[in-house]
Each structure stands twice: as structure tokens, then as C-alpha cells.
């Protein structure tokens, strides 16, 4: 079973954000922003434990001749035997671009790559404790859907670095994708019209919050052995109830094209529809006996809160 503080800081530091705050909207640039970078990547040494968003790492190991067969690839150590590369970046026919990271340094490297395979693209890499002084161009806000999918981990692998795609067919002219790229922060946004460079500067340092709510359906937990994740509102409440735990519901936002993350809208007492999809069940850490639902009125292709099965994130 994975630790439980390790299973909170997984679901704290998802793509949320409060009502009211900047990108506390699914449709503001600010959302989109939070929700691309997948809140921030926080990727520890090789060995460390895991992150989805930021804790999920997903998987860079297809195999040379698979990957060849797919269309262009190039990649810094890609054909050193027994090797990892250090990034890899595939273009198939359609024009879509597949890339995988583990090196965060080799960002001149990265950018050149990209810009080979006509992805107008810049790579920043931001030491930890710093970041790339603002502004540096203008942002898009009409992100066309599909663009790209948020970084996510690499399937399969414990160590340090993610994957993402980029259809480059969907760029506007004078648009560039600017990614700031480090050990402690990946960032990515699409930006037009001119792009300053990156100036580093001291990172401000983000006082601790203490959460109101933590996962409750993992070991130890009020909901333990319990799963409510992709089931209706009217499949889980009546389990709730029976338990005699009070119920209410957090509305997540969920940004264009489902990127993985979401924004906090309100919370609320009054039961929502039992077609509502639930994604997830936290519990009130200063009322005991208090249980919030994270649902949307709709199913989506995966889950927010986790960037896809909650399998690939929480091992029980």
C-alpha cells in the first residue's frame, strides 16, 4: 500500500484551484495555464517514489525498432544499448508529435529537436528555486482543442521524466509553445507573437496550506476498501448513507479537451443529479464524519483527478 501522506500530497497537488482565485474558472487562461502544466510537475531523483501529477510518471521505453517504425524520431542517446534517453521526440504521418523527457537540462538540445520536426517550440531549463521572469510574450486564450495533451508521467516507469503529444497542424501562424522545464517545475504555454528569453529569478516561496480535506478511501481512511471513482452519484450514496456519513459535493471544473486536473468550483450541501459521475471522496479533516464527492455533471474520457485510472496512481 502506498503511504497515505504520499497518496495526499498526490491529490493536493493536482491541477486545483480555488473559486474565485486566478484560474479558478476551467474556461480562464489561468486554468488552461494550471491545468497544461498539470499544476506543476514536481519530479524527484531517479529513485524517488512516483508522482502523478505531480505524481504520476508515465513510460518513455518503446522500443528502438517500434519507435522507427512510427516515423521520425531523433533523440539524444536514443540508440545506445541498455541507455534510457535522455528526451525522444517521434512525428507520425498525421503530423502529430510524440515527446518524452527524462534529461530536464539538455533544454538547447530539446528546442533544436522540435524545431526540426517544425513544432515552433522553445525549452527552457529552470534550475530549482528559480523561474523565468514574466511577462515574456503575450498568452493565447483560444487554445485550440487538442493542441497538445498535458505532460504526464511515462507509463511503466518509476524514475524522472513524462510524455506528451502536440498536433502541429493546429498551430496559428506566429504562435510558440514556451516550456520551462527543471526538477522542481515544468510549465507549458502557448504564447504568439514575440518571445522574450528567459531571465531567471528567485522563485517566491509558497507558504504551506493545510488542507480542509484529504483522500478518504485509502487504508486507514473513513471510505477504506471503498471504491466510489467513476461510479454515479446514485451508485455511491446510498453506501454513504447506510454509514450514516454526512455528504457533500464538489463541483469540478474541467478544462477543453479534458487535459487532466480541474478547477474547484463551489461546494455544496444540496444533492446534485444521481446521473452525476464521481471521480473521487475526500474527507473532512476538521468535521469527522464528513465526506465530499468530487463529481461533474458528465462522464469524461478519464479521470480529472488523476489523469486516467486511479489504478496507475494509488497501488493498495
Known amino acids: 500500500m502506498k503511504n497515505t501522506d504520499d497518496i495526499d500530497t498526490i491529490t493536493r497537488s493536482l491541477a486545483r484551484v480555488e473559486p474565485g482565485r486566478p484560474g479558478g474558472q476551467a474556461s480562464d487562461a ?3 495555464t494550471l491545468l497544461a502544466s498539470i499544476t506543476a510537475t514536481e ?3 531517479p529513485a524517488a517514489r512516483p508522482r502523478p501529477y505531480r505524481a504520476r510518471r508515465l513510460f518513455l521505453g518503446l522500443a528502438v525498432a517500434a519507435t522507427l517504425a512510427v516515423g ?6 536514443l540508440l545506445r544499448t541498455g541507455v534510457p534517453p535522455s528526451y525522444a521526440v517521434t512525428k507520425d504521418s498525421d503530423g502529430v508529435v510524440y515527446v518524452k523527457l527524462r534529461d530536464f537540462r539538455d533544454a538547447a538540445g530539446l528546442t533544436r529537436q522540435l ?3 517544425n513544432v515552433p517550440a522553445i525549452v527552457d531549463y529552470v ?13 493565447v486564450e483560444d487554445i485550440p482543442r487538442g493542441l497538445y495533451s498535458a505532460p504526464e508521467n511515462i507509463p511503466g516507469e518509476e524514475g524522472h521524466g513524462w510524455q506528451m ?3 502541429t497542424k493546429l498551430f496559428k501562424p506566429g504562435q510558440t509553445f514556451v516550456w520551462t522545464i527543471g526538477e522542481t517545475l515544468t510549465t507549458t504555454i502557448l504564447m504568439t507573437g514575440p518571445v522574450g528569453p528567459c531571465v531567471l529569478e528567485d522563485r517566491p516561496v509558497q507558504k504551506e496550506v493545510k488542507p480542509d480535506y484529504r483522500l478518504a478511501t485509502v487504508e486507514g481512511r473513513s471510505l477504506a476498501g471503498l471504491r466510489v471513482d467513476e461510479k454515479t452519484v446514485g451508485e455511491v450514496l446510498p453506501e454513504l ?6 455528504v457533500t459535493f464538489l463541483i469540478m471544473e474541467i478544462a477543453p479537451g479534458n487535459p487532466g486536473g480541474f478547477g474547484e468550483g463551489p461546494t455544496r450541501t444540496t444533492p446534485v443529479g444521481d446521473d452525476w459521475v464521481v471521480w473521487e471522496a475526500e474527507e473532512s479533516i476538521r468535521e469527522p464524519g464528513v465526506i465530499r464527492l468530487l463529481v461533474t455533471d458528465k462522464r469524461y474520457d478519464r479521470n480529472p483527478v488523476y489523469g486516467g485510472p486511479r ?3 494509488i497501488k493498495e
Open 30 to 32: 489561468g486554468a488552461r
Open 43 to 45: 519530479p524527484g531523483p
Open 72 to 77: 521520425i524520431v531523433v533523440g539524444q542517446g
Open 115 to 117: 524545431q526540426e520536426l
Open 127 to 139: 534550475p530549482p528555486g528559480k523561474m523565468c521572469r514574466e511577462p515574456r510574450g503575450t498568452h
Open 165 to 167: 503529444r502536440i498536433d
Open 241 to 246: 448513507r447506510k454509514r450514516g456519513l454526512k
Open 311 to 313: 489504478d496507475n496512481v
